[in-house]
């Protein structure tokens, strides 16, 4: 069935299968990332797969669900796109690791003991994760500069607030993340 462009359904996917996310790996903030025209957010917004978990446990003699709000969204990015931020997140690690990101941008553990550390980037804000660091108590601290969130993160929160993912009501400000090696891991917090 063709669209409005005269292209068919088909013929978008096979198209949207090269899509990436493009532009440099910090970006520019002047063109490239993702571009896709009507027809093309269409189908793209229509393969994008939302799963609801249920599981019934017994709470006070009445049955919930105590997976009620726990979501996958899939199909959201492409295995091009994917791999576009991979190498964006490397790109910010190897920038951290030789000193060109903003002091609490980046961090990693001083001493890796193994299965328990991860390397931490932080945009927008910084979060102080230790009891006490120079005085600041754990939780987000205000006045440290760290740097803003990049043009190719801010484009996948478009999308994702642009394609439900993301309520538009909670659009994000700042970003952490964190980068693990095999078998290591933070333990389940809030």
Same mark, same amino acid.
């Given at each position: 069935?063709?669209?409005?462009?005269?292209?068919? =359904?088909?013929?978008?996917?096979?198209?949207?299968?090269?899509?990436?996310?493009?532009?440099?790996?910090? %970006?520019?903030?002047?063109?490239?990332?993702?571009?896709?025209?009507? &027809?093309?957010?269409?189908?793209?917004?229509?393969?994008?797969?939302?799963? &609801?978990?249920?599981?019934?446990?017994?709470?006070?003699?009445?049955?919930?669900?105590?997976?009620?709000?726990?979501?996958?969204? !899939?199909?959201?990015? #492409?295995?091009?796109?994917?791999?576009?931020?991979?190498?964006?997140?490397?790109?910010?690690?190897?920038?951290?690791?030789? %000193?060109?990101?903003?002091?609490? !941008?980046?961090?990693?553990?001083?001493?890796?003991?193994? %299965?328990?550390?991860?390397? !931490?980037?932080?945009?927008?804000?910084?979060?102080?994760?230790?009891?006490?660091?120079?005085?600041?108590?754990? %939780?987000?601290?205000? &006045?440290?500069?760290?740097?803003?969130?990049?043009?190719?993160?801010?484009?996948?929160?478009?999308?994702?607030?642009?394609?439900? =993912?993301?309520?538009?009501?909670?659009?994000?400000? #700042?970003?952490?993340?964190?980068?693990?090696?095999?078998?290591?891991?933070?333990?389940?917090?809030?």
């Amino acid at each position: 069935m063709p669209l409005a462009a005269g292209r068919s =359904v088909d013929k978008i996917s096979e198209e949207l299968k090269s899509l990436s996310l493009r532009g440099p790996a910090g %970006g520019s903030g002047r063109g490239g990332g993702i571009l896709l025209d009507e &027809d093309d957010k269409a189908v793209r917004f229509a393969n994008v797969r939302k799963n &609801d978990f249920k599981h019934l446990e017994r709470v006070k003699g009445r049955l919930i669900n105590i997976l009620d709000g726990l979501e996958l969204h !899939t199909g959201v990015f #492409s295995a091009a796109e994917q791999g576009r931020i991979v190498d964006c997140v490397n790109d910010f690690q190897e920038k951290g690791r030789k %000193g060109q990101l903003r002091e609490r !941008t980046y961090s990693e553990p001083r001493k890796w003991m193994r %299965g328990k550390g991860r390397v !931490t980037i932080q945009f927008s804000s910084c979060y102080n994760y230790a009891m006490v660091s120079n005085g600041n108590p754990l %939780g987000i601290i205000r &006045d440290e500069k760290v740097d803003p969130i990049p043009p190719l993160l801010k484009q996948m929160i478009k999308r994702m607030v642009a394609w439900h =993912v993301l309520p538009s009501s909670c659009i994000p400000n #700042s970003c952490i993340v964190n980068i693990y090696d095999n078998d290591d891991c933070i333990p389940p917090h809030i």
